[in-house]
Every structure is written in C-alpha cells, then in structure tokens.
C-alpha cells in the first residue's frame, strides 16, 4: 500500500487552463504538505495543513489554492497555468511534534507540463 | 530565517570508494533536526539519514553516517563501499522544533555519480 499517493504523475496541458492535483495518505499523519520543484531541483515549500487547518502559506500565486477536505487529503488546484508553472509538486505528510524520527514521507511528485 | 547550504553541486566517485557530502545551515535555534534525503532518477524523494541536535552522537544508517559539528553547523554525509544505486540528488535538509511554522528547509542539493 502506498503511504503517500498523488495523482496525476504526469501532467500536460496548455496555458490557461485550469488543473488539479490530488494527495492522499494512509499514514494517520497530522499534517501535509506542497513542495514545488522547479528545473534546478530546488525544493521549496508552498502550503502546510496540520488537522485540515493552512499552517503554510508561503508567497505563492493566488491561483494556487490549496484544498483539506480532511486530515488525509490535501488537493492542489491551479488555475490559469503558466509556462512558469511547470515543475515537480510534492505532496508529503509528516506527525509535527510525534515520529519526526521519520522525517517526511513524499510522494512520487506529479510533473507539470505546460506548453 | 534558516538556510540550508550544499556547497558541492557535482560529485563523482568510484565503485567501493568513500565521499563526503557537504552541508552547512544557519539558524539561531538550539534544537532542531536535520536530515538527508536522497532522489534517484526516479525522483522519489528517499529518507537516508536523520540528526537530532541535542544528540551529540552521529548517526549511522549501515553505509550511510554523518559528521555533525553543532558548533560549526556543519552536517556532513559519509557515504562508504559506495554503489551504483547510491547515483543520485542529495538534499540536506533542515527542520526546526520551535515557532509553529515547522517546515522542512532544502539545500539546493548535490548530485552524485557512482562510476563503475
């Protein structure tokens, strides 16, 4: 079983367009995350929620919602995509304050294209 | 605000030998975490090692160890009898314990190749 699943892995699409990212996690965690990746492979944090509550939010366009239905599911949804957009997003989870002895655990990162 | 610094943005070494990759981070907090990560070209993002500041033994992860120098921010990672599957992104990452915006902070990472 996959502790922490995102869908899609891959995903291409034009400018302008508006698309979804899901994360889910079977791991009982507290709170997850969005990392961005961009093509120098450095990672930088987006959004965190602990208990379906933002914790995070760090400069990121508004067209970048975060969504926590519930302590297991942390969507990202973006809207009118730019070419600056495409990237690798990580969803990861983590127990703040509990099994830090387990650091994160991520996902497999979506690849956003756009073109 | 912490950072996190790799100085070495390429490294290479030969099948069976030792490297060393280096990270250093600012932070004026006393307790915190730090760990390594590693993403091979599959970029699954893969938990190595972690450090607790308030131990002062390093620790070890059968051929993975570090060198923590609390007073130096210095944490080091030692990679031993290196294999081919070690090829890939290392990242350094720091993670504080206090002020409730508990994050993990990246450095920009450093790419090793493991030559046969």
């Known amino acids: 079983d996959t502790a922490v699943s995102q869908t899609p892995k891959y995903l291409v699409t034009q400018m302008g367009n508006d698309k979804s990212i899901k994360c889910e996690q079977n791991?009982?965690?507290?709170?997850m995350y969005w990392y961005k990746q961009d093509s120098k492979k450095f990672l930088k944090i987006m959004f965190s929620y602990n208990n379906k509550e933002l914790i995070i939010n760090e400069t990121v366009p508004n067209r970048f919602s975060p969504k926590s239905p519930d302590k297991a599911h942390l969507n990202l949804h973006i809207n009118s995509l730019e070419l600056g957009d495409s990237a690798v997003y990580f969803c990861?989870?983590?127990?703040?304050?509990?099994?830090?002895?387990?650091?994160?655990?991520f996902g497999s990162g979506t690849r956003l294209t756009v073109v | 605000a912490q950072t996190v610094t790799q100085s070495q943005p390429e490294m290479s070494v030969q099948e069976a030998e030792t490297v060393t990759l280096s990270c250093t981070y600012d932070t004026s907090e006393s307790n915190y975490y730090l760990f390594w990560y590693k993403q091979p070209p599959s970029r699954q993002m893969i938990l190595v090692i972690r450090q607790e500041a308030y131990k002062q033994q390093n620790a070890t992860e059968n051929r993975f160890s570090v060198n923590f120098q609390k007073a130096a921010k210095s944490f080091s990672l030692k990679i031993s009898d290196s294999q081919l599957g070690d090829t890939a992104m290392y990242f350094c990452a720091f993670f504080p314990t206090q002020g409730g915006s508990e994050k993990l902070v990246f450095g920009k990472g450093t790419k090793l190749t493991v030559n046969p």
């Open positions: 990861a989870s983590s127990q703040v304050g509990g099994a830090l002895n387990y650091g994160y655990t």
């Open positions: 791991l009982g965690h507290d709170t």
